[in-house]
């Protein structure tokens, strides 16, 4: 024996798939022990380790029983391994911190079949040399070492037939009651942008502002982008990390006889709320050609306003900031248009964060999508970020993760997750679990690119764990993300809410800039930078 062994285990043909629960192990020795067991698709025989491919199951301190018994390894130290006709063979490794593994050499050294039954058949393997475990390096492993031990497992249900479904009632929502506000056009200045604020109006139930309109004197492309804060404008540094980026588009300029419309595809849709009823705009071009009007009165008082909202006069921007501070031109009116739709009231006081809602609400009462912003505005490797269980659900299973990339080429993609925040968290680390790598083609600009719920290993989000971090990594910089601002309400904490509904919220996080990732290298993350992208999941039953 030495510190443990890889081996192989695979279904018999035509059984559906089976559900690895636990091990046991043998030792001749009565000590404590630490013992971890990984997994891998595929065959462990000449696997690298460590890889990316292999995840964690379990890591258990556990008192050896001693000789002629097998030593059990708590379930409740076990995350469940399922082996199925997708993935008919998985290879473990199964590893103490001290030589204590008791294995049998194999005379025939052929890997052939050690044990099985109608369901599963355990393969001969290797003993490990080592803790910890050096993959393929000369001297990691022990060629041709039987396993000594026991595998816990449930047989998977072959699915019965769909059932047919009762026909329900057709529930109708109410129509959502969409407005516009405009301004002026009697532009008589300009240069690259303008700041401006915007707030409820008295007795107002709230508004999602879905896009803006501007004024430009130009009529070929343009580049523009949009930002925005909680509270004033008025006086703030820009750029400051309490300004985020929620449109980014190049459109053409309408001229100075019609206001030029930012589609709603490049516009993060944001919330005016009774909690945040007002918020501050910029809205800027790469060049000196918006145009705005000089405001002889020189007050920041209302310039237009109708029964839901109401525009304030502001200052204009005199330059594109780079990475330089911007200038501002005072008392500059914004000549252009708020796009929104009417909030219906609510009575409910238990929602997350209700003003940063940005999210599509679950198509039934089982199954839901959630998605963030698609902005993008900035980009690397990857995106930290987590989701929270809301406190009136049951619970969630994320079945997949959309991203946004904005090129068509093959990339690939990597998924992991640890239960707890992933801000802060370290990595490379046990508590992370690869559940996704794939290679596919990027959708690009406009839409996202859906990682395939085959290739997506299931977690879930319940009472048990309500906060799951996730890291979502490209091996090209080709992932997009957008700055986020911080929370400013009681209760929020830096990374705020950026989409919810009534199952689940996800929250900014950092971005992440190399592939792989190590947290502990220096300048490796961006902060506060909003993934976007969507979350397939699972309502659990309540």
């Not at 070929?220 to 820009?238: H, I, N, Q």
Request: with cysteine; hydrophobic share 35%; proline share 7%.
């Amino acid at each position: 024996g030495a510190f443990g062994n890889v081996f192989d285990v695979k279904i018999v043909d035509g059984i559906p798939g089976v559900e690895i629960t636990s091990f046991d192990i043998y030792t001749d020795r009565v000590v404590h022990l630490e013992v971890e067991v990984w997994s891998l698709a595929g065959s462990a025989l000449g696997a690298q380790f460590p890889d990316p491919r292999w995840e964690m199951v379990c890591k258990t301190k556990v008192m050896g029983v001693g000789a002629d018994n097998f030593t059990p390894l708590p379930p409740d130290d076990f995350v469940p391994v399922q082996i199925s006709s997708q993935v008919p063979v998985r290879g473990f490794l199964v590893v103490a911190t001290s030589p204590d593994i008791r294995y049998t050499p194999d005379s025939a050294k052929d890997y052939g079949v050690l044990s099985s039954d109608d369901y599963i058949l355990v393969r001969k393997g290797d003993g490990v040399s080592s803790y910890p475990y050096r993959g393929t390096v000369p001297g990691a492993t022990t060629a041709h070492r039987q396993y000594n031990g026991r595998v816990h497992y449930t047989v998977m249900a072959v699915p019965p037939p769909p059932a047919q479904l009762p026909s329900l009632p057709m529930i109708t929502s109410p129509v959502d009651l969409k407005g516009s506000l405009e301004t002026l056009r009697d532009a008589n200045s300009g240069a690259y942008g303008c700041l401006f604020d915007v707030a409820l109006t008295d007795g107002s139930t709230g508004v999602t502002i879905e896009s803006l309109d501007f004024l430009t004197d130009v009529k070929r492309k343009v580049k523009v982008e949009v930002w925005t804060r909680k509270g004033s404008g008025l006086g703030v540094d820009f750029p400051d990390p309490s300004w985020a980026m929620i449109g980014k588009a190049e459109v053409m300029g309408a001229g100075d006889n019609a206001f030029t419309q930012i589609p709603e595809t490049d516009f993060n849709a944001v919330a005016l709320s009774p909690r945040v009823p007002l918020r501050s705009f910029i809205v800027m071009l790469f060049t000196p050609s918006i145009r705005y009007t000089i405001d002889d009165a020189e007050q920041y008082g209302v310039l237009s306003s109708d029964d839901h909202i109401s525009i304030f006069k502001g200052d204009g921007i005199t330059s594109y900031p780079g990475t330089k501070k911007s200038s501002f031109a005072k008392h500059r009116t914004f000549n252009g248009r708020i796009n929104y739709k009417v909030s219906a009231p609510t009575t409910d006081s238990t929602l997350i964060s209700p003003e940063d809602a940005t999210g599509v609400a679950p198509t039934s009462s089982t199954d839901g999508v959630l998605s963030t912003m698609k902005t993008g505005g900035s980009g690397s490797f990857g995106n930290l970020f987590d989701l929270r269980k809301h406190p009136r659900s049951p619970g969630i299973i994320v079945e997949s993760l959309d991203f946004y990339t904005d090129v068509t080429k093959k990339i690939t993609v990597e998924v992991w997750t640890t239960e707890g925040s992933a801000i802060g968290a370290l990595y490379p680390d046990a508590r992370w679990e690869m559940i996704s790598k794939v290679t596919l083609a990027g959708a690009g600009k406009g839409v996202f690119t859906s990682i395939p719920a085959s290739q997506f290993k299931s977690v879930e989000i319940s009472d048990s764990v309500t906060t799951r971090g996730f890291l979502v990594i490209l091996t090209t910089p080709d992932l997009r993300y957008s700055p986020h601002e911080k929370g400013e309400h009681p209760g929020d904490d830096e990374y705020g809410i950026i989409a919810h509904d009534s199952n689940i919220a996800v929250t900014s996080g950092d971005g992440v800039g190399s592939y792989p990732y190590r947290s502990k290298k220096r300048g490796i993350l961006t902060k506060f930078r909003a993934w976007n992208g969507a979350v397939h999941y699972k309502v659990l039953p309540g």
